[in-house]
């Protein structure tokens, strides 16, 4: 259930028409080691919070008032550009001292920064997985690198290639009724199999989230045909369309999580890893490696068996795995999220549970524990050389 803080945030957003959503990384607090601190802005997005246009050789600042929920607390704070030497990035920065959502405990919060007008913002920090959903799920937006942006009525996202798109859409507007995740799935990696050279041969880091990127662009596309019909049409009772927008939500939460669960499947069936989903073992683990006939064996060596969870955010989701096919002491968690605390990152260490993410994404997490991360790339060999005969 969404608090009311997450409930305040997507009303706001739906009355401006706009929201950049971010999730709290370690440069934003300047837990990176690069002597940076306050939020990194989306350049792509300029136009939503500074009227500096993305200058090489011009720093520029830019006087903002941030109301900030739940603490109701005030900032006289600034939009900077700093495009002078190596640098080309917006931060909104200056927030006084105490400010409580910069603290390191923050990284893996998530940050809703919705303008109200030219020098305005009401922002809110999100701090349960369940609102990270909620919020995602209300706006339509999917955050699989580091921002997402909620614009109202904005057109259907394209990918960098035109084919790519044409192949969406045909089969976007083939459907007469909504397909399954699996499906949904199966055909966005058809599609890029089909239409991006040696996308079979890509690094995994980069086809996972290639993957989740181009799904959601279909995702987007099928909905639009197959729903805006609904949407358009009158409605008998407000009951009727409470009912048509719940299984809209409903439906676009359900998707998230599932997609990732088959991408990773087929990027880890594609490198030839021998694997499992869903088998039925104590605690039902999204994955075994290599299977559930040798975690049923027990003369089959414990550390040849890879328990491995999947979760776009794992703050404290990765706590779950812990119960999951309790033979094995040592289990892996695969997660898209930008940065975690180091608080959290240090209990999953003393719980046995490693943590795997696309390469990328590295940079959103202190760097004292980036050496600990594993890259799908590394998660895969360390599986080959120990299954190796």
């Known amino acids: ?160 290639s035109a084919q790519i798109d044409k192949a969406l859409r045909e089969f976007a507007e083939s459907l007469s009724e909504f397909p399954a995740t699996t499906v949904i799935a199966e055909e966005t990696q058809r599609v890029l199999s089909t239409h991006v050279a040696g996308f079979d041969r890509r690094d995994p880091d980069i086809a996972l989230l290639e993957l989740l990127e181009t799904e959601y662009s279909l995702f987007r596309l099928i909905e639009r045909q197959l729903c805006t019909p609904d949407i358009l049409r009158l409605f008998r009772s407000v009951d009727e369309f409470l009912r048509t927008a719940n299984s809209i939500l409903q439906r676009r939460k359900s998707r998230a999580g599932r997609s990732m669960e088959l991408h990773c499947q087929y990027v880890l069936s594609r490198a030839g890893v021998p694997l499992e989903a869903q088998p039925a073992i104590d605690g039902e683990p999204d994955i075994i490696i290599p299977g559930k006939a040798a975690y049923d064996d027990q003369s089959f060596p414990d550390e040849k068996i890879f328990v491995l969870a999947v979760r776009r955010t794992c703050k404290d989701r990765w706590r779950q795995v812990t119960g999951e096919a309790k033979r094995i002491a040592t289990k892996y968690v695969i997660t898209i999220q930008n940065g975690i605390s180091l608080t959290q990152l240090r209990s999953m260490e003393e719980s046995g549970v490693t943590l795997v993410v696309p390469k990328p994404l590295h940079r959103e997490y202190p760097s004292e524990f980036r050496p600990k991360l594993l890259s799908i790339g590394a998660f895969i060999d360390r599986v080959r050389s120990t299954l190796a005969p």
């Open 1 to 160: 259930m969404a608090s009311p803080f997450c409930e305040k945030a997507v009303e706001e957003a739906l009355q401006c028409g706009r929201a950049i959503l971010k999730f709290i990384s370690a440069n934003d607090t300047g837990k990176t080691g690069s002597h940076q601190c306050g939020y990194y802005l989306p350049k792509k997005l300029w136009r939503l919070y500074s009227p500096q246009a993305p200058q090489k050789g011009l720093n520029h600042d830019h006087d903002v008032t941030v109301e900030w929920w739940p603490s109701g607390r005030q900032t006289r704070s600034c939009v900077k550009w700093y495009g002078k030497g190596t640098r080309s990035e917006y931060r909104l920065t200056r927030f006084g001292r105490d400010f409580p959502y910069l603290a390191y405990d923050s990284v893996g919060d998530l940050l809703v920064l919705v303008p109200r007008g030219d020098a305005e913002f009401r922002a809110f920090v999100l701090t349960e997985e369940e609102d990270f959903d909620e919020i995602q799920a209300r706006l339509g937006v999917d955050i699989v690198r580091f921002w997402g942006a909620y614009i109202a009525d904005a057109p259907p996202i394209e990918t960098a």
